[in-house]
Structure formats: structure tokens, C-alpha cells
């Protein structure tokens, strides 16, 4: 039994790396009712403090977190029924809408199992399926959260943002990625690079430039994969989100003054550096 699960564990079986891709669907179909409700949690919350402060009943009394209610069809509040949340299978046999109204179902939600199921395979392939593995895994799935969540609202919460840091310190105790030194200066100079651009932008321009989340998530990444990287996150970062900008800018005729979350490009920058930080890093100073 010992043997069979040190076998699954290891990298490079693709045994582990199927059962681990099928666990990423199931945690993606998660994922989506955290990339939905939680920025409604928020919100609920917050009219709720402000109705209290005020004296005023609380506008939200019934249950709502990430397990009730059920999930239900926003148009007719049909139920979902356990045979049609199946990952990715369920959306393509009900042909994207809703067995009830018809109404169309985002495909976002079945790209986001798949996204999860492909890079759970993916990592465990190559972490392997021990604590290194595991550890990853977590990580993934919390930007992919963030990505989602960011992109929708332009809020990263701090549910998922400091759980991320703290996290990133732990797994390093015992240097699964970085030396201890390293992770505890990469979450400090993390939070503290960010907060000066913030105010320094403010400083220059009168607006701000970017949020409070954006410094615990890079915060959060340095944790993770210590100081030494947060140079090609934030080169990485910035460069996909200005050409990201530009593009959208030119062909969408989005207005510049039109805000844009910049998560989704620290998230995609902190994945690659964990799996090719050494060959960026190469690569950066060579150019240097």
C-alpha cells in the first residue's frame, strides 16, 4: 500500500497526474462558486456593518456563504441537480444554457474546471504528488481564484490574499522553495515595493494607481518564491499588462481612464516564475 502511493506520488507517473487532473475539475467546479460568491459576501457584509452602524435592519439575514444556498440558475433559480455540475461534461450536455429556462450558461465556468483539471495534472506530473506537489497545488488554485475574481470586481480579498502569505512562510520552513530568510524578505519587500509605487503615483498624479490587494498578493509571492524573483514577477507582470492595456485600448477603444485589474497578470507572472524562475532569471541577465 506504502509502495503504491510513494509510486503515485513521485513525478512523471501518469497514473498520479490523471488522478490529479480529475481532482482539478472538481476543485474548478469549487472555484467557481468561490470566484461567485465570495465578492458577494464581501458586499453583503459590508451593507450589513453599515446598516448596523446606522441603526437600521440588516438588509441580509439569510444564510449565504460558499456551501448555501444550492446553486441555482440566475435567471430562473433552478436548482442545480448533482448530474448537471458534473466538471466540464455537464456543461457540453446541456449544450451551455440552463435545463429549465434555456438561458445561456457562461462558458467561463466550465474553462475555469478545465483550466484547474489541465494545471493539476500539469503540476503533479511535474512536482509529483508529495508535500512539494500538494504545497503547489494550493497555490495554484488560490491565484486562480484571485485571477477570476480580480477580473470581475478589481478586488482581491483578503481571505484569499493573506491565507496565500502565510501559507507561502509555512511551506517554506523547511526551504521547500526558498531558505526562510529569503521568503520572509521576499513578503516584506513584496508589500513594500508596491506601496511605494502606490504612493508615489499618488503623489504625482492625485489617483491611485492600483489597490491594497495588489500589494498583499505580490506580498504573498515573494513568500512563496523569495525575494530574488519579485524582479521578473514584476517585469513579467508589467509588460503583459501594458500590452494587455494597449490592445485594449486600440482595438476595444477602451478609455485610459477606464481602470484595469492588474492581479491576473501578478497571478500569471508568480505561476511561471515558480516553474521556470531559474531560466527567466538566466535569461533577464543575460540580457543585462
Not at 18 to 40: K, Q, T
Request: aromatic share 10%.
Amino acid at each position: 500500500m506504502l509502495q503504491d502511493f510513494l509510486f503515485l506520488a513521485a513525478p512523471g507517473v501518469a497514473l498520479g497526474a490523471v488522478m490529479a487532473g480529475i481532482f482539478g475539475l472538481l476543485i474548478g467546479s469549487f472555484l467557481n462558486v468561490v470566484i461567485y460568491r465570495m465578492p458577494a459576501m464581501m458586499q453583503r457584509e459590508s451593507e450589513n456593518y453599515v446598516a448596523h452602524e446606522s441603526g437600521k435592519p440588516l438588509p441580509h439575514t439569510e444564510r449565504f456563504n460558499l456551501m448555501a444556498p444550492r446553486s441555482a440558475c440566475p435567471h430562473c433559480g433552478h436548482k442545480i441537480t448533482a448530474l448537471e455540475n458534473i466538471p466540464v461534461l455537464s456543461y457540453l450536455a446541456l449544450r451551455g444554457k440552463c435545463s429549465d429556462c434555456k438561458a445561456p450558461i457562461s462558458p467561463r465556468y466550465a474553462i475555469v474546471e478545465l483550466l484547474t483539471g489541465v494545471l493539476s495534472a500539469g503540476l503533479v506530473w511535474h512536482f509529483g504528488a508529495g508535500f512539494t506537489g500538494l504545497a503547489v497545488l494550493v497555490f495554484t488554485y488560490l491565484l486562480i481564484a484571485m485571477t477570476f475574481i480580480d477580473a470581475d470586481t478589481q478586488l482581491l480579498p483578503d481571505d484569499l490574499t493573506l491565507p496565500l502569505l502565510w501559507l507561502g512562510l509555512l511551506v517554506n520552513l523547511n526551504g521547500t522553495f526558498v531558505p526562510l530568510a529569503d521568503a520572509v524578505i521576499g513578503a516584506v519587500a513584496g508589500y513594500l515595493v508596491l506601496w511605494t509605487i502606490f504612493w508615489l503615483f499618488k503623489a504625482a498624479t492625485g489617483k491611485e494607481g492600483m489597490g491594497y490587494g495588489d500589494f498583499k498578493l505580490l506580498a504573498a509571492l515573494g513568500a512563496w518564491l523569495g525575494w530574488a524573483m519579485l524582479p521578473i514577477i514584476l517585469l513579467m507582470s508589467s509588460l503583459v499588462g501594458a500590452v494587455v492595456g494597449i490592445a485594449l485600448i486600440v482595438l476595444a477603444k477602451r478609455g485610459r481612464s477606464v481602470p484595469m485589474p492588474f492581479g491576473p497578470y501578478l497571478a500569471g507572472a508568480g505561476m511561471l516564475t515558480l516553474l521556470f524562475g531559474k531560466q527567466l532569471a538566466h535569461a533577464w541577465l543575460g540580457v543585462l
